[in-house]
C-alpha cells in the first residue's frame, strides 16, 4: 500500500508502521495532489513498489467554511485546489494505471446534498467527486472498474471538530440515531468493504451514504 499526505508525515509514517506491524507491506510519500507532476510521481513510485495499483482511494480533502459574503479568494482557491483540481489529477492517473476489476473510492460529503449555510463551495466541491465518479464510472465499467464516491456524515476529524462550539457538535450528534459522531474507522470500515468483490455491484458511480443516518 502506498499513503500519501501533504504535511503531516509523522502521520504517514505511523499509518505505514502499522500496516507493517501487521505483516503488510506500505510506503509512504509526500505529494500534494494540486501538483499534476506530484500525482504522478506518486504512482510511479507505488507502481515501481508494488508492480501496479488496484485500489485507489481519493481522499485527499480540505473544508473552509463561510457565508458567501465573507469567504475569500485565497480560502476558496486553496479549497478547489485540492478538492476539485487534485481530485481530477488523482482520478486521472487512477484511470490510466487501476487495474482491471480494480476499485476506485472518492470522498464526497453529505454536504453535497444538505448545502448548509457556509457550506456552498465546499458543498460543490463534495458535489464534483460524485460527478467526477459518475462519469468514470462509465468509462471504465468495461474493465470491471467500479468508481463509488462515498459520503460521510459527520466524521470526528479536526476537518469537522476545529473551530466548532462543542455546543454546536452536540446538535449534530443529537440528530444521529446512533447519537455520536462517526470516528475515522467507520468510514475507513465501509470503504475496505466497498474493495471486496463482494460489493463489486454495489452503485458503481452513484454515491454511497456512510452518515449513520444523518440525513
Ligand atoms: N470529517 C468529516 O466530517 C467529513 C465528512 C464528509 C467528508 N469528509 C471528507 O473526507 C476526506 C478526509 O477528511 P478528514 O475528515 O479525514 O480530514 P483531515 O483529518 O483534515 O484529513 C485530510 C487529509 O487530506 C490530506 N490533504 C489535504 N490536502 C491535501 C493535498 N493538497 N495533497 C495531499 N493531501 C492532502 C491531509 O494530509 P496532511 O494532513 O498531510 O495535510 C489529510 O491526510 C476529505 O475529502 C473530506 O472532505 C470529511
Redo the contacts with the bound molecule.
Keep these: 500500500m502506498t499513503v ?6 509523522d ?2 509514517a505511523q499509518v505505514v508502521a502499522d500496516i507493517e506491524a501487521e505483516g503488510g507491506r506500505a510506503i509512504w510519500l ?5 501538483d499534476p507532476a506530484a500525482v504522478r510521481a506518486l504512482f510511479d513510485a507505488n507502481d515501481e513498489a508494488f508492480g501496479g495499483v488496484d485500489v485507489v482511494v481519493n ?5 473552509f467554511l463561510a457565508p458567501f459574503a465573507e469567504m475569500t479568494d485565497e480560502a476558496f482557491d486553496r479549497m478547489m ?3 476539485v483540481k ?1 481530485s481530477f489529477n488523482v482520478l486521472r492517473e487512477a484511470a490510466r494505471r487501476t487495474r482491471d476489476g480494480g476499485r476506485i473510492v472518492s ?5 453535497a446534498v444538505q448545502r448548509p449555510p457556509a457550506y456552498g463551495p ?1 458543498a460543490a466541491s ?1 458535489a464534483t467527486q460524485e460527478c467526477y465518479s459518475g462519469s468514470l464510472a462509465k468509462e471504465l465499467g468495461s474493465r470491471r472498474i467500479s468508481v463509488v464516491p462515498i ?10 471538530t476545529d473551530d466548532r462550539p462543542q455546543a454546536w457538535i452536540q446538535g449534530v450528534i443529537n440528530q444521529t440515531p446512533f447519537q455520536r ?2 470516528e ?1 474507522e467507520d ?1 475507513a470500515n465501509a470503504i475496505a468493504a466497498l474493495c471486496t468483490s463482494d460489493t463489486a455491484w454495489i452503485n458503481s458511480g452513484q454515491p454511497v451514504h456512510a452518515n449513520g443516518g444523518l440525513g
Excluded at 500519501?4 to 508525515?9: A, F, I, P
Excluded at 509526500?30 to 494540486?34: E, H, I, N, S, T
Excluded at 459520503?151 to 470526528?156: E, F, I, R, W, Y
Design positions: 500519501n499526505c501533504r504535511v503531516n508525515t502521520l504517514a509526500q505529494a500534494d495532489v494540486a481522499n485527499a480533502g480540505m473544508m485546489a485540492t478538492n487534485g470522498l464526497s460529503s453529505g454536504a465546499y463534495k459520503a460521510p456524515g459527520a466524521v470526528n476529524t479536526t476537518l469537522f459522531l462517526a475515522p468510514i
